[in-house]
C-alpha cells in the first residue's frame, strides 16, 4: 500500500473510532473480500468463511475505540480473523463430539427414560415457541426471518432497514436469550442438545 493509502486508512481508522459507520463500510469494502479467501482457505466452505467474516467485522465494530492506535490495520485484521476461525473450527469439532457421544449413550438409557422422536421434536417446537416469544420486538423479528423464513443476513437489512452489523448483533443477541431459555427448561441435557434447538433452521 502507498504512503497516501495508508495515510487514507488511518484516518479511516480515526473515523471508525469515532463511530462513524460509512467510514467502516469502506474498510470492509477493502478487506471483506480478502478475509472471504482467507477463512475459505481455512474451512472449506463458503458459508462458514462468510459467518465468520460477518462475526470479525462486527468483533472489530464493537471495539472500534481501539482503532484510533492500530498501526498495521491489515495484520491486525487477519491476526483477528485467523484466531476467530480456529476458535469456531475448534467449537465445531467439540459440538461434533458432544453430538458423538450423545448418540452412543441413547442405546443404554433405560426405555422408561427413552423419549420418542416425535414428542422430542414437539417439545422442542414448544420451548422455541416459548423462548421465541419472550424476545425483544426487533430481535425477535431479526430471528424469525433468519431461522423460520430462511433469509439471510442482507435481506433482512434490506426488509427491516436495519445496518447488516445490527442485524448481526441482533441475531447474537437473540441466539444468546433462546439458548439460555431452552437450557434452563431442559435442565442437565446436553450442551450439543440445546444448541441445535436454538440455532438450527431445521426444526422449524
Not at 53 to 81: H, N, P
Not at 111 to 129: G, K, N, Q, R, S
Amino acid at each position: 500500500m502507498s504512503a497516501k493509502g495508508i495515510n487514507n486508512e488511518r484516518e479511516l481508522l480515526k473515523q471508525v473510532a469515532g463511530g462513524s459507520e460509512k467510514a467502516f463500510q469502506e474498510l470492509m469494502a477493502v478487506y471483506q473480500p480478502l478475509l472471504l479467501t482467507f477463512v475459505f482457505r481455512l474451512t472449506r466452505s463458503a458459508g462458514t468463511a462468510e459467518e465468520i467474516v460477518q462475526d470479525v467485522f462486527l468483533k472489530i465494530w464493537m471495539g472500534r475505540e481501539a482503532l484510533a492506535d492500530v498501526q498495521r490495520f491489515k495484520s491486525y485484521l487477519f491476526t483477528v480473523c485467523r484466531n476467530y476461525a480456529l476458535d469456531q473450527l475448534r467449537k465445531l469439532m467439540r459440538e461434533q463430539r458432544l453430538s458423538a457421544e450423545w448418540e452412543q449413550l441413547q442405546p443404554s438409557l433405560p426405555a422408561e427414560e427413552t423419549v420418542t422422536e416425535p414428542d422430542a421434536a414437539t417439545y422442542f417446537f414448544t420451548l422455541l415457541d416459548e423462548a421465541v416469544a419472550h424476545l425483544p420486538p426487533q430481535q425477535q423479528k431479526v430471528y424469525i426471518l433468519s431461522r423460520r423464513n430462511g433469509l439471510t443476513h442482507a435481506e433482512i437489512s434490506k426488509r427491516t432497514s436495519l445496518s447488516v452489523l445490527t442485524v448481526k448483533k441482533y441475531m447474537k443477541l437473540a441466539i444468546a436469550a433462546v439458548t439460555a431459555f431452552i437450557r434452563s427448561r431442559l435442565g442437565n441435557a446436553p450442551i450439543v442438545l440445546v444448541w441445535l434447538a436454538a440455532s438450527a433452521g431445521n426444526f422449524f
